[in-house]
C-alpha cells in the first residue's frame, strides 16, 4: 500500500496512478473485444456491432452509478486511510460494501425493465432491436457484480493499493475474451455470447476482489472490533458519491440524447460512431482515472494539511497525463480509419468515414479535457463538489445543446463538434477554479467567517 503524504509527488503519483490506469485500460480492452469479436465472428458482423453500440449509452448509465459511488467512497476512506484511523475504515468498508449489494439488486431491477422502454425512445433501428435489447438485459443481470467490485477497488486505491485490481481486472479481461470467442465464434451465440461472456467475467472479478479486501483489511490493526454499519459514514459516502453518480449519470444521459440523433443516420453511422465512441471512451477513461489519483492524492494529503504537496500533485498529474495523451492523439488522428475497419468483417463506406471523422475532429482536444480532468480531481478529492459538479455539468450542457443545433445544420460532423466545445470551455472553468484555490479547506473556513 502506498502512503500517498510523503515522497517526491511526481514519482508517488506514477507508482499509485500506474497500475489503475493499467487497470481502466484492461477494462477497456475487454469491452473493445466484445465488439471486435461480434462484428468479426457473427452472421451479420455489422448489424451485430451496431446492436451492441446502440446499447452502449444505456450501459454508461448503470456504470455512472457504480463509478461515482466508487469515487465516494474511495475519498472518504482515502481521508480515513491518510490519518490511520483504522477502525474507521474498516466500518466505511463494509459499509460501502453493504450499499454496493443492496443498491445494486435495486437498480438491476429498475433497469431491467426500463431498458426497452429507454431503446424506444432512443429510435432504435428496427433491424438491431431485438439483439441490442437482448445484449442490454443480460448485461443488466450483472450490475451488481459491477457495482461490488467498483466498491472493493475504490477500497483498495483508497489505501494506496492500485496493483490488486490490476492483477485481477487482467484475469478477467483475459478470461472475458477467450470466453467471447468460444460464446460468439464457436458457439455461435452472437451478440447474446458477448454478453454472457462479460457477466460471467465481472462475476468471477467481484467475487475475487471481495476476497482479496478482506484479507487486505484484516492487516490493520485496530484497537476493537469495529462496527459493520455507520450512519454518519454512511452520510459522508453518500455526500460525495451522489454528486458523482450525478455527474457520470447525467454525462451519460447527454450520451443517451446523443445517441438518438446518431441513431437516425441509420445503422452504417452508428456502427461507425460506436466503435469511434468506445475508442474515445478508451482514452477518456484512462485520463479520468488519473483524475481519480488526483482525488486520492489531494484526500489523504489535505487530511494532515499538506496544501503545497496538493498543488504539487496537481503539476506533476498534468505532465503524467500529457505524455499519456500524445500517443492516444497520434494513433487515432493517423490510423482513425484502420482502427475503425478492425471492428467488423466488412465494414461499409459509411462506417468508415463515420469513424474516421469521429476520431479526427475529437481526439486532438484530448488536451483540453485532460486538464479538466486533473482541475476536477483536486476539488473532488477536497471535498469541493459544488464546483466540481458547476465544471462537469457545463461540459454536459453545452454538448447536448450544440449536438441538437449542428445536426441539422452540418449532418453527423456536426454532432462530433459539439465534444471539443464542451471540452474547451469546460476546461477554462475547472482551472479558474483549481487557481483561485476553491479546494484549500483554509480559504473556505475564511470565507465562512465573514
Known sequence: MTDLTKNNPTKTLIKFALPMILSVAFQQIYNIA???????????????????????????????????????????????YGSKKYNDVKTATSTAVILALSAGTVLSVISYFLSSPILRMLNTPNAIFEDTALYLRIYIYGFVFLYLYNICTGVFNAMGNSKTPLYLLIASSIGNIVLDYIFVALFGWGVAGAAWATFIAQGISSILSLVA????????????????????????????????ILQQSFVSIGSLMIQGLVNSHGEGVIAGYGVAIQLNTFAITVF????????????QNLSIGS????????????????VIAVPFIAAYVLFGRQLTALFSDNPTQQALDTGTTFLLIVSPFYLAVMVKLVADGVLRGSGAIRYFVI???????????????????????????????????SAMIAVVFYKKEYWNPQKEQLKAKV
Open 213 to 244: 479486501l478482506i484479507f487486505e483489511l484484516k492487516k490493520l490493526k485496530t484497537d476493537a472490533k469495529p462496527p459493520l454499519l455507520s450512519s454518519s459514514v454512511f452520510k459522508n459516502i453518500l455526500r460525495l458519491a451522489i454528486p458523482s
Open 307 to 322: 496544501l503545497e504537496r496538493v498543488r504539487q500533485g496537481f503539476r506533476s498529474a498534468l505532465k503524467i497525463v500529457t
Open 391 to 425: 465544471s462537469t455539468f457545463s461540459d454536459l450542457l453545452i454538448r447536448v445543446a450544440l449536438a441538437y443545433i449542428f445536426d441539422p445544420i452540418f449532418g453527423a460532423s456536426g454532432i462530433w463538434w459539439s465534444w471539443p466545445i464542451g471540452w474547451v470551455i
Open 288 to 299: 479520468n482515472t488519473s483524475s481519480n489519483s488526483v482525488s486520492n492524492f489531494t484526500a
Open 34 to 80: 466484445d465488439k471486435f469479436i461480434a462484428g468479426n465472428f457473427s452472421a451479420n458482423g455489422q448489424n451485430a456491432l451496431a446492436a451492441i453500440s446502440a446499447s452502449y449509452p444505456v450501459t454508461m448509465i448503470i456504470m455512472a452509478v457504480a463509478f461515482g459511488t466508487n469515487i465516494g467512497c474511495s475519498v472518504v476512506i482515502s481521508g480515513l
